[in-house]
């Protein structure tokens, strides 16, 4: 074979090679960059959130003033009548007694309550009373004991529960 032949095909070969090299190194480059990309996406998706079981506040040593019972929300569970409102949560009797009385601050978090539904949780074995709170999450009440699930992020705290109805279209029912 003469020089110049010779020449050319390693120099050919080289390039070729050359180029092997570039294509595997971007390859691999944008395969790890995709992997970082979906694994940050996953992670922004989750939401981290603490449960903690609720007790009594301890007595910053004054009196409480109760206000004026408003209502947001009202759930039957467990054969009581639970009545939420911003001063905290009344339980009635079938007849209209009132059993008891948990207020916002002493026996629940800081936090006015909000809507009220009953469902069971992923890690529950029974219903639950649920109870959006505005600012500390969700609380669920067995019907002896309150759990708090909330959020790590402060941002994420509020929660709004949302109702379809099933008489009307879901545009109209999530629109509000």
């Known amino acids: 074979m003469k020089p110049q032949r010779r020449t050319a095909a390693v120099t050919s070969v080289a390039t070729a090679v050359l180029c092997l090299a570039v294509v595997g190194v971007v390859i691999?480059?944008?395969e790890k960059a995709l992997i970082g990309s979906s694994r940050e996406?996953?992670?922004?998706?989750?939401?981290?959130?603490?449960?903690?079981?609720?007790?009594?506040?301890?007595?910053?040593?004054?009196e409480g003033i109760t206000s004026p019972a408003i209502f947001k929300s009202a759930a039957a569970f467990q054969g009581r009548i639970y009545l939420s409102g911003p001063a905290g949560l009344s339980v009635y009797a079938t007849d209209g007694t009132l059993e008891h009385f948990y207020r916002v601050g002493i026996d629940l978090?800081?936090?006015p309550l909000g809507p009220l539904a009953v469902g069971t949780l992923a890690d529950s074995r029974q219903p639950e009373l649920l109870i959006a709170t505005l600012g500390e999450g969700i609380l669920a009440f067995?019907?002896?004991?309150?759990?708090?699930?909330?959020?790590?992020?402060?941002?994420?705290?509020v929660v709004?529960?949302?109702?379809?109805?099933?008489?009307?279209?879901?545009?109209?029912?999530?629109?509000?």
């Open 28 to 30: 691999w480059r944008v």
């Open 142 to 157: 067995d019907g002896s004991r309150f759990r708090q699930i909330r959020a790590s992020q402060d941002d994420a705290r």
């Open 109 to 111: 978090p800081t936090a």
């Open 41 to 62: 996406t996953a992670a922004s998706e989750r939401l981290a959130v603490e449960i903690r079981a609720v007790g009594t506040q301890p007595n910053p040593g004054f």
């Open 160 to 176: 709004i529960f949302r109702t379809v109805s099933r008489d009307r279209p879901k545009s109209l029912a999530t629109a509000r």
